[in-house]
């Protein structure tokens, strides 16, 4: 079965969107990364939050990258998590109002490959459910001091993960552990 990876590029302090879900901030500190370039081959399909999906762009202004995932680098079924599904359909991309129905056809959808869990809030309900199964985190030299947070859950929480690897680049470090359940 598809495991569910959520995988974000995050400051130094903790955040995935600056202000507003500012993404500008992100793609200077994009590739080369061998553990991302991997990655992106080993993902059968996506589980994306509606304000992730609709919102900012760290390729905005790159007309070959703007409105692809990983830049283009991945093609594939998208699946948005979501109330509010548009009139117009879009290639590839299957919007679903229920967690439980997203994930069993994301993962049915992936195969033997990952469900990349895209979207701060989509990543934590599936973590709720007991449906998250890794974390990667690429860890980039920069703060931003506020924005949307990797993990935000207000009152706190413990929820307890186990390394499975660490790597460097120039531009990041990757930061990958398993959910422990």
Known sequence: MAKLLYSATMSLDG???GPGGDMSWAAPHFGPNPT???LIGDIGALLVGA???GGDDPYRGDAEREGKPFGGAWTGPQFVLTHRAPDVAIPDVTFV????RAVAAAREA???KYVNVLG????RQCLEAGELDEVLTVVAPVLLGDGVRLFDHPGGTDVRLEQLDITHTPKAA???Y???K
Not at 97 to 100: F, V
Not at 120 to 123: Q, R
């Open 15 to 17: 955040f995935i969107a």
């Open 36 to 38: 991302v370039d991997a």
């Open 51 to 53: 304000r992730t999906f």
């Open 97 to 100: 109002g229920d967690l439980g």
């Open 110 to 112: 992936a195969g033997g």
């Open 120 to 123: 701060a809030e989509t990543a």
């Open 174 to 176: 990757n930061l990958w």
């Open 178 to 180: 398993r959910v422990l």
